[in-house]
């Protein structure tokens, strides 16, 4: 942005949180607009900081979301092995009890 296009206010924003108009920037000597310089482009490194960490933050969420899914999908098929298998191991008894039964009526037959 040009001076030119300063035509309203210039927001600085600082640890202080100040504004500053155009007129009052127009004031300012070089030493001082160096130092405003200065402590906006500090300012613009600490938010660019705050951004990527925040930009990390996100993206480990995203993964995490991701993996939850994944887990939640493996869920699933797990149990429904563990259905079959219980399904199986349930089959496996009732065949053993049947097989009970008919040996003890063979074994009652037999007396």
């Known amino acids: 942005m040009t001076q030119i296009g300063l035509t309203v206010r210039l927001y600085c924003m600082s640890e202080q949180g100040w504004i500053m108009d155009a007129n009052k920037l127009k004031k300012l000597n070089r030493t001082e607009l160096l130092e405003l310089l200065l402590e906006v482009t500090k300012e613009n490194e600490r938010l ?3 951004i990527k ?3 990390e933050v996100v993206q480990d969420k995203e993964i ?3 993996e939850s899914g994944s887990l939640a999908e493996a869920a699933v098929k797990i149990s429904g092995v563990l259905e079959a298998a219980q399904e199986a191991a349930d089959l496996y008894l009732e065949n053993i009890r ?3 039964r ?3 009526e063979l074994q009652n037959d037999e007396m």
């Open 98 to 100: 049947r097989m009970e």
């Open 64 to 66: 995490a979301i991701k």
């Open 53 to 55: 960490v925040y930009e």
């Open 102 to 104: 008919e040996l003890a």
């Open 48 to 50: 660019k900081k705050r």
